[in-house]
């Protein structure tokens, strides 16, 4: 009898350790961030379900509807010639005023479809009100089907579509690559992150970003170093698209990889690439892209000119200009991460171990 008592005793410990290592300190956290999640993913299905709908409607592919709403999201914050839309809005898509009321209309603030269509805007009703509201989802989402329609259905149709509307090249390419990697993944919700390095593999890092740098010139370091053996596997961080591959004098081999976000995120002083990558390639956060090494500061081929590190950089493109911004944090916030998810793996291994 005492020893069932003892046997008992010491499995109800060990599930509340395995408990608290799971939710112990973080529990009503834990809470608050599946109810956010939750609503976010809300928020992704019903703009998907919308998308869709006008997929069905003007045969415009579903996910460049998602691309050009997810490109706008991401410069508006930094274009002082964007509106900021209220944050309860669905959608970020944005029409320049002078094309949603016409030219030639002396009221840019026009909402009546009549003198709109008189003017030659293209602003539209979509939600059967009688005004063409250019703040309104469904008045907006509408227009940009009728335009991009205008033009088109097919890509190569939709890329002049989105020429003329943005009248810029790296608009064009920016919302080309997010189409793509919706189609690829055929879901909005790509926007976890994962560190490079994976668990289990040894290295080290610390912030660098800034440091001086006099290799063919003298200038910042626009990145962190993050130390390891030759070979060491180099992950995606994100969901993206691989935007270059090659060599690069001062990074050796190395990968561009761009997310929805618009960040660029280079992987720099490889030994080599994964086999069968290439540019052009949709990857996902934990897909190995290639492996630690020591290469560049010279011509191709160049090895050896300091130890093997992997040089991860990231980059904000906003439309008009991309500029380098330190990644530390974010690579601090991703390996806690690692660990986090690890610890609690193990946690539920060894509470359903002792389950049985």
């Not at 408990?19 to 976010?40: D, H, I, M, S, W």
């Not at 709403?69 to 964007?82: F, G």
């Amino acid at each position: 009898m005492y020893d069932l008592i003892r046997l008992f005793c010491l499995r109800l410990g060990l599930f509340l350790i395995c408990f608290l290592a799971v939710f112990g300190n973080t529990t009503p956290v834990f809470a608050n961030e599946k109810e956010t999640k939750q609503k976010q993913n809300d928020i992704y299905n019903e703009r998907y379900r919308h998308f869709l709908e006008m997929e069905t409607l003007f045969h415009i592919p579903w996910q460049f509807l998602a691309a050009i709403d997810q490109y706008e999201r991401t410069i508006q914050h930094s274009r002082k010639d964007r509106p900021k839309f209220d944050k309860k809005a669905l959608f970020a898509i944005y029409i320049p005023e002078f094309q949603w009321a016409g030219i030639m209309n002396p009221n840019y603030q026009d909402t009546n479809p009549a003198t709109i269509k008189l003017f030659g805007g293209i602003g539209l009703d979509g939600n059967g009100d009688g005004a063409a509201d250019p703040l309104n989802d469904q008045d907006r989402l509408l227009t940009l089907c009728k335009y991009l329609e205008s033009f088109g259905t097919t890509r190569g149709d939709i890329r002049i579509a989105l020429w003329h509307l943005y009248q810029e090249d790296d608009a064009v390419e920016r919302i080309s690559q997010f189409a793509a990697i919706y189609e690829h993944f055929g879901r909005l919700d790509l926007f976890e992150h994962v560190f490079p390095v994976p668990k289990g593999w040894n290295y080290t890092y610390r912030g660098t970003w800034g440091d001086r740098r006099g290799w063919g010139g003298i200038r910042i370091h626009e990145g962190t170093d993050i130390f390891a053996s030759y070979g060491t596997p180099v992950r995606s961080t994100a969901y993206g698209y691989v935007d270059i591959m090659g060599w690069n004098p001062y990074g050796g081999w190395r990968i561009g990889i761009r997310d929805l976000n618009n960040y660029y995120y280079y992987f720099a002083h490889l030994s080599s690439f994964k086999k069968g990558l290439k540019t052009g390639d949709i990857v996902k956060p934990g897909d190995v892209i290639g492996y630690v090494g020591s290469s560049g500061y010279g011509p191709p081929g160049t090895q050896g000119k300091f130890p093997p590190h992997l040089h991860f950089g990231m980059y904000k493109d906003t439309g008009k200009t991309e500029w380098s911004f330190d990644p530390y944090p974010h690579l601090k916030r991703w390996e806690r991460e690692m660990y986090r998810k690890n610890k609690a793996s193990k946690a539920a291994l060894t509470y359903l171990s002792l389950k049985t």
